[in-house]
């Protein structure tokens, strides 16, 4: 951990005089439920993904790159905060009308980059609250993105299947009709439910688990909805409505230094692809939302081309969270989702704590700063973005932020190294336990570590060498008895302790 510690202090101090001065722009692309084997560059062997796997090719692809989560709130959660959600009781998947998740004042990644001079904007999906809850829609929304570093917002509340289904540009919604009155309840029905009808799009649900409550444009929604009909998203044009206001940000910024979170849509559910892509993969709907967001990344990088800022702007690609198919929603094309298959060879999907479940796909291109064409095997995660653009921009942390976030800059960068960028990483599912530790090419997942009746249940374990067991197909657990106690342990410190960064 001391060797750690020194490479890292004296790469912040040579990045303070490099790159600091350089203020390079930064566009931070966190895709949807996009697996591992989802693109190109990754094996996708059904779907076409030549922008993402242009950028792999220009840039370093990561093949141990990590969402601290499994699902979407706590990923995004501790993107922003360099924060493990599960530090945070309430950090789980939220509700549409769910308040915000993070205090004004706490460091964030944007707000660090404003600090540094960097305009800064967040298109896309949200996802962790809004306001002090429960939201109301109906006038100025705050707390939220502009609250924690953002000059510019345009998102959605939350996600594609959950209501609102609005917009939000910065604080309030776009398009918003008073006279037409937004209300949004999850768990209690409001006046009558809604029964849009569209045309082009129609989907069915199909019976199993999962709660719908409303029908807009034609697609079942988690929670109840009416009103704000004039400023209700049409499904099909979402990506084309996200891609051209990132479009926009980048022309309106382009003397920078910018920064963009570009938190795309695509592809989560209900996958609902523009006409123009359906039908140009083999695996239904779900593989044509793949072609729609990798069009979109080409559009991103078709400007930066146009406008000449490709040189000095940090790209990353990457997903919240492993892929899954998932037929929810049936769009008459369902039985050729499989033929995509999410996760590679990984075990399990999204939601899971097997590596399906959080490992992802990680892009980073920056000419003439990283190396092209290379495949990293470090290991990084969501979690260190915080330190590592404080590094990139000379900034040191405070003491208090970031508790879990590394500098990475030297993994990004291609740079050697005595020791690794990071030594461990704690993963989550939705919640708080169980949780898993990796550890070099170790990994213990909890298991029976659930509330029951409010105790916790002793927990069990299991344990993989990655290795040697990529697939996680042998838990070797009663075969180290020895590594099982010195983990737990571990993994006891860490969730205590508060921090783990050094």
């Not at 949807?32 to 370093?60: M, Q, S």
């Not at 688990?209 to 009103?227: A, E, K, L, Q, Y």
């Not at 990071?422 to 090419?441: E, F, T, W, Y």
Request: proline fraction near 7%.
């Amino acid at each position: 951990m001391k060797a750690l510690c020194q490479t890292v202090v004296a790469f912040f101090l040579a990045a303070q005089g490099v790159f600091a001065a350089e203020r390079p722009n930064l566009i931070f692309i966190l895709t949807d439920d996009v697996g591992y084997g989802d693109v190109g560059c990754y094996g996708a062997t059904h779907v076409k993904t030549p922008n993402i796997d242009r950028l792999a090719k220009e840039g370093t692809k990561f093949t141990d790159a990590h969402a601290t989560a499994s699902v979407c709130t706590p990923t995004r959660y501790a993107f922003m905060t360099g924060r493990y959600a599960w530090r945070q009781p309430g950090t789980g998947i939220a509700a549409g009308n769910a308040p915000a998740l993070i205090k004004p004042g706490t460091v964030t990644v944007p707000s660090l980059l404003k600090q540094a001079g960097y305009a800064t904007g967040l298109v896309g999906k949200w996802h962790l609250g809004l306001g002090e809850g429960p939201t109301d829609f109906n006038g100025e929304i705050k707390p939220g993105p502009l609250e924690l570093g953002f000059d510019y917002a345009f998102f959605i509340p939350a996600t594609g299947d959950r209501v609102p289904c609005v917009f939000v540009e910065n604080h309030r919604v776009f398009g918003y009709d008073p006279a037409d009155p937004i209300q949004v309840s999850y768990g209690k029905k409001i006046g009558d439910e809604p029964t849009g009808k569209d045309p082009e799009v129609k989907l069915k649900i199909r019976p199993g688990p999962g709660h719908f409550d409303t029908v807009v444009n034609g697609v079942s929604r988690i929670g109840f909805m009416t009103g704000g009909k004039a400023a209700r998203w049409v499904d099909e044009d979402i990506a084309d409505t996200l891609t051209t206001r990132a479009v926009q940000f980048i022309e309106s910024h382009q003397k920078g230094p910018f920064f963009l979170y570009l938190a795309t849509h695509d592809i989560h559910e209900p996958m609902v692809p523009h006409p123009r892509f359906r039908g140009t993969s083999d695996c239904g709907w779900r593989g044509d939302v793949i072609h729609q967001l990798d069009w979109t990344v080409g559009q991103v990088l078709a400007t930066l081309d146009r406008l000449k800022l490709t040189g000095n702007t940090l790209v990353i690609f990457t997903s919240d969270n492993g892929g899954a198919i998932k037929n929810t929603y049936d769009d008459g094309t369902n039985p050729l989702h499989a033929r995509q298959k999410p996760n590679a060879g990984l075990r399990d999907f999204k939601g899971s704590l097997y590596e399906g479940g959080h490992r992802i796909p990680f892009i980073a291109r920056w000419p003439e700063h990283i190396p092209a064409g290379r495949v990293s095997t470090q290991l990084i995660a969501h979690v260190d973005v915080l330190a590592t653009v404080a590094a990139l921009t000379g900034q040191k942390l405070p003491a208090e932020a970031g508790p879990d976030s590394f500098n990475v800059l030297p993994a990004w960068l291609g740079l050697k190294t005595d020791t690794p960028a990071r030594d461990h990483l704690v993963l989550q599912n939705n919640g708080q336990r169980p949780l898993a530790l990796r550890q070099g090419q170790w990994v213990l997942i909890e298991t029976g570590a659930q509330s029951r009746n409010g105790t916790k249940a002793a927990p069990g374990y299991e344990l993989y060498n990655l290795a040697d067991d990529p697939a996680e197909l042998h838990n070797v657990a009663e075969a180290q008895p020895e590594r099982i106690k010195r983990m737990s342990e571990e993994l006891e410190r860490l969730r205590t302790a508060g921090r783990s960064r050094p």
